[in-house]
């Protein structure tokens, strides 16, 4: 029924194109009568972000670290219409603004996690709320990841506790390719839609080595089950990159039939190739879960021959061994200050990897992965900082902040709006209590596009999420 | 008096300790804290001698024939302690081989001793201990049942690494174990004091006794049951829910044993019930997320509240590999609300008290093993670490597998197989 009443809305749809494109088609001799262009929209879910309401603030005596390698003690930063209006030391107070005296206290861009399953793993962590791995099968780059976001998760306003300003959602992996990822500003939401990042280009999980092997591979030992070896995944890769291929052929053909004036048939929709060719087309950013130094140096190559981008690495615990080939290839290393030795192909991390990464002069992030994680991350910062001038690497603190803000930005696509203290930019910065390179600090408040969205001594700005109303710790200290 | 109680069982646990050949060392000129957080020393000299702490004085001389160490500008303390581990049980957690803290086909739960699966090779050990963690309870993550088997502590250096076998009978008294051992925590409990009802002394032996041409059945989990009832161990219940800690409590009052409260995201609801029942509490203070239905009321200021109250707190790590980074966790305890003197006690002479140690491990004071740490600033600082670790006496180098990698790719070889 439903098939057989689309058909029909569609070939009146087609009729009344025609109509409007006649003269357009007649002046092509031969050309046909044509359906309408069949074009697929890029943001069916788009953006409902609106920012809290915010008004002129003029945070004073501050030191600031601008998160692009710059320091400034004793500076100001003022934040008017929800951007960074000025930074310096030479700039005043215009009237009306709320003047805040950071005497003592540190202001540094917000941080940005690219690694977080907030929302698609969230607290409490009951089987119901399990939605960050769609393991069905090997490639699921059909799944969006802001489909499994719950806004209510708590775990966001622990982070913005933390001073995270924006975070990517990424999903599991278990599979090769695990789906798109989304990248919010960490404000509480009704809805996913009003936590996306507006204008943030969309990711692609994908990971290398034992997780997939191990997810599909031990099940069943029947063949219909794949990957179960490293090989495996590479040709699990490669093959959905050559159908990909195939299938941006088929829609460019489709698109060149229909220019000629052809009444071309577009091809069928597939979701799992259409995220694919996105990659392709280099409008989705590849994030790809890789540990071991030669898996990723294989993935390097496969990146060659099918001609994407590998934006990010995430949680590359042995970049420390290729930095150089990142460094060439321009790949950031998402990682963490020093988790582990759980699994083989984490073995080998070591508590330089940070500093190593960035001594080679390639791009270096510290991601969480975990919801205790991103707490704090400006203490893993510090401790990879300290390893690594404990290994000769001589890294300042506001270099290393660009491992929170400014790296992550780039990885992300969304560097021109954040990341960074610059005017123009988005005011989503942090005024911490201290040196944020201290375990004693925290942050005092946390900005985001110039509203306060969490301030530890103003309990009317520390959010309860629905979930916490009615339970035990609610409205409580974090 | 308790000095010279101190001391005595200090000697006896030397003889068992490796430090026959350690050498007479002399930690000089750092700010040392003996006793904990507390017995602040200025410009301290620490004497080792025979892998022990022989005094610790403001200025004191050097003998000769010590070897001096500078600790200048240095902060001193005794190595710290990680109050729940499976270090040496566990290499490659997942998909790496066997994991022997994963018991988890084990039936006979409370009698599972760590003696017989403890890799004193573990890579784990180096990497901890130069991050000056130099003792740690270690122990099983699963049985089949909710006993969870007796765990040790351990020294993380020298020839017998385990200085007490049996530290506590481990008891799983969470939802999951609920899940696992009856489907409801009616069952679980019912299980457990059922189970302590017919192990407690001078309970029903006698029916064996009628049967007197049958030799009794070896049973080791009798054993550890023994202990519990003799008040040698304590029984260490994880547990998060308030309700069910306030259960935990009334179990300690009915059968009259030892009990420590390990994890107990709701502890601190209980606070006052807690001090006023003698039980102490091991946690992770980073916790503040509702894991689940159990740990609603779960928050950083946990490790503040309950010490605030009176209860006695030790930490545990994020993990096993991540066992370095206890002090990291005091650190946020500290930001949260903890007194540091409190957060290095939780690291040190608390967990000595606790795991039943105290007499050889925990302080700075003369006789005690010398667990000795020179830090390079506070050693609850992030940016922090050792410059010397000496454990029972011994200096550790520090070097690591991961120190080792380190030095292989510094600077980045075409080959790296090849440097040394």
């Not at chain 1, 460094?327 to 699994?343: L, Q």
């Not at chain 2, 760590?114 to 099983?140: D, S």
Request: charge should be negative.
């Amino acid at each position: 029924m439903r098939t057989a009443r689309s058909r029909t809305s569609l070939v009146r749809r087609g009729l009344a194109v025609a109509a409007m494109g006649l003269s357009l088609a007649a002046c092509q001799p031969g050309a046909e009568e044509q359906g309408a262009f069949v074009e697929i929209n890029k943001d069916p879910f788009p953006s409902s972000y609106t920012p809290l309401e915010s008004g002129i603030t003029f945070i004073t005596n501050a030191t600031i670290l601008d998160g692009k390698g710059g320091r400034i003690d004793g500076g100001s930063v003022l934040v008017e219409g929800g951007k960074i209006k000025a930074v310096g030391k030479d700039i005043a107070a215009p009237e009306g603004a709320t003047v805040i005296n950071a005497e003592g206290r540190w202001v540094t861009p917000g941080i940005i996690d690219v690694h977080s399953h907030l929302g698609v793993y969230p607290s409490p962590g009951v089987q119901s709320h399990s939605d960050g791995n769609e393991v069905g099968e090997p490639v699921t780059a059909d799944a969006w990841v802001e489909h499994s976001n719950w806004p209510q998760d708590g775990g966001f306003i622990r982070a913005a506790a933390g001073g995270v300003t924006a975070l990517q959602l990424l999903p599991g992996s278990a599979n090769l390719v695990g789906g798109r990822s989304v990248t919010l500003k960490n404000v509480p939401g009704r809805v996913a839609q009003d936590m996306k990042f507006p204008g943030a280009p969309y990711g692609m999980k994908m990971a290398c080595g034992e997780n997939p092997k191990r997810v599909y591979g031990s099940g069943k030992n029947s063949p219909e089950f794949r990957p179960h070896t490293r090989m495996g995944n590479v040709a699990g890769y490669r093959q959905a990159w050559s159908d990909a291929q195939a299938y941006q052929r088929a829609w460019a053909k489709y698109e060149r039939d229909y220019k000629a004036g052809i009444d071309a048939t577009p091809p069928a929709r597939d979701l799992n190739l259409e995220t694919l060719a996105g990659v392709l087309d280099g409008e989705i950013l590849v994030h790809m879960h890789c540990y071991r130094a030669d898996d990723m140096g294989t993935m390097l190559d496969v990146m060659k021959e099918f001609g994407y981008k590998i934006t990010s690495f995430q949680h590359a615990v042995e970049s420390y061994k290729i930095a150089d080939k990142l460094a060439e290839d321009g790949v950031c290393s998402a990682m963490w200050a020093d988790w582990h030795g759980f699994k083989m192909e984490a073995y080998d991390g070591i508590r330089e990897n940070i500093p190593f990464v960035h001594k080679a002069g390639a791009c270096a992030i510290v991601h969480s992965d975990d919801a205790y994680g991103i707490q704090r991350l400006n203490q893993e910062a510090a401790k990879a900082l300290a390893d690594g001038r404990k290994a000769g690497v001589d890294i300042s603190k506001e270099e290393a902040w660009q491992w929170l803000s400014l790296n992550p930005a780039k990885s992300l696509g969304i560097a021109d709006k954040v990341g960074t203290i610059e005017p123009g930019k988005d005011a989503d910065i942090v005024l911490w209590s201290g040196d944020p390179f201290s375990v004693y600090t925290k942050a005092d408040v946390t900005f985001v596009d110039g509203a306060v969205i969490f301030d530890r001594n103003d309990p009317s700005r520390q959010p309860v999420m629905d979930f916490e109303l009615g339970q035990p710790g609610e409205g409580d200290v974090k | 008096m308790s000095i010279m109680k101190t001391l005595m069982g200090a000697s006896l646990l030397a003889m068992a300790a490796a430090g026959a050949n350690a050498e007479d060392v002399a930690i000089t000129g750092g700010t040392a804290f003996t006793m904990g957080g507390k017995g602040k020393v200025e410009n301290a000299t620490i004497l080792i001698h025979d892998g022990k702490v022989q005094s610790v004085t403001s200025g004191g001389d050097v003998p000769a024939g010590y070897r001096t160490v500078d600790a200048s500008g240095k902060w001193v303390t005794a190595g710290f302690m990680a109050s729940g581990t499976e270090l040496g049980l566990t290499e490659v957690s997942l998909s790496g081989g066997i994991n022997d803290a994963r018991a988890s086909d084990a039936k006979n739960g409370a009698g599972l001793e760590v003696t017989y699966a403890f890799n004193p090779a573990t890579t784990f050990i180096p990497e901890t201990r130069i991050e000056g963690v130099t003792r740690a309870v270690t122990g099983f993550s699963s049985t089949k049942d909710m006993w969870r088997g007796q765990s040790a502590v351990i020294a993380l250096a020298g020839d017998n690494m385990i200085v007490k076998e049996h530290a506590v009978l481990s008891l799983d008294m969470d939802e999951g174990s609920a899940e696992k051992n009856g489907g409801s925590r009616a069952a679980l409990w019912d299980t457990v004091i059922t189970k302590l009802e017919e192990s407690r002394p001078n309970g029903d032996d006698k029916k064996d006794d009628d049967k007197k041409d049958k030799k009794p059945k070896y049973d080791s989990a009798k054993a550890a049951f023994d202990r519990l009832f003799a008040g040698e161990i304590p029984l260490l219940v994880e547990v998060e829910r308030k309700a069910d800690i306030l259960n935990v409590i009334k179990l300690k009052e009915r059968f009259g044993i030892k009990v420590v409260v390990t994890s107990g995201a709701e502890a601190w609801m209980v606070a006052d019930e807690l001090a006023a029942a003698g039980i102490p509490v091991v946690l992770n203070p980073l916790r503040n997320l509702a894991e689940d239905f159990d740990s609603l009321g779960t928050t950083g200021a946990a490790a503040a509240r309950l010490h605030a109250a009176g209860v006695k707190v030790a930490f545990l790590p994020p993990d096993t590999n991540n066992t370095r980074l206890v002090p990291q966790n005091a650190g946020n305890a500290v930001a949260m609300g903890m007194p540091w003197e409190a957060a290095v006690d939780a690291l040190t002479v608390n967990p000595a008290e606790i795991f039943g140690i105290a007499d050889s491990y925990g302080t700075l004071e003369a006789g005690k093993d010398a667990d000795v740490v020179v830090w390079d600033g506070d050693p609850l600082e992030v940016m922090t670490s050792p410059d010397a670790v000496f454990i029972r006496g011994e200096e550790v180098p520090l070097v690591s597998r991961q120190t080792k990698l380190r030095d292989r790719y510094i600077d980045l070889p075409r080959s790296p197989a090849y440097v040394k």
